[in-house]
């Protein structure tokens, strides 16, 4: 399983990024598909998820009403857009995939980054 991240960058305060996770190297009807972040000193966090086949989301309460996670099953791709960024948003962010139900992720992107100017 490979699991490719991109669409990270600079922008200030109030602007808007959409991240991509392109999966491959299996078929991901059963996985759900996660966003995390890590910023400078601070343990890693959930972000958003989206469950392959429902598309059921769930989110951290900090990016309610601000991120939308979404799929794109022809393209094996998971898109996290995120807007009115603040500059607590400033982390790598992470994809990851995991089986439903083993209450885990077991495979990683590489990360982007994100910094959001004030």
């Known amino acids: 399983v490979q699991l490719q991240a991109s669409g990270g960058g600079l922008v200030q305060a109030g602007g808007s990024l959409r991240l991509s996770c392109a999966a491959s190297?299996?078929?991901?009807?059963?996985?759900?598909m996660g966003w995390f972040r890590q910023a400078p000193g601070k343990e890693r966090e959930f972000v958003a998820a989206?469950?392959?086949?429902?598309?059921?989301?769930y989110y951290a309460d900090s990016v309610k009403g601000r991120f939308t996670i979404s799929r794109d099953n022809a393209k094996n791709t998971v898109y996290l857009q995120m807007n009115n960024l603040k500059p607590e948003d400033t982390a790598v962010y992470y994809c990851?995939?995991?089986?439903?139900?083993?209450?885990?992720?077991?495979?990683w992107g590489q990360g982007t980054q994100v910094t959001v100017s004030s």
């Open positions: 990851a995939a995991g089986v439903v139900g083993t209450g885990g992720y077991h495979y």
């Open positions: 190297g299996r078929t991901f009807s059963s996985y759900v």
């Open positions: 989206i469950r392959w086949s429902t598309g059921s989301t």
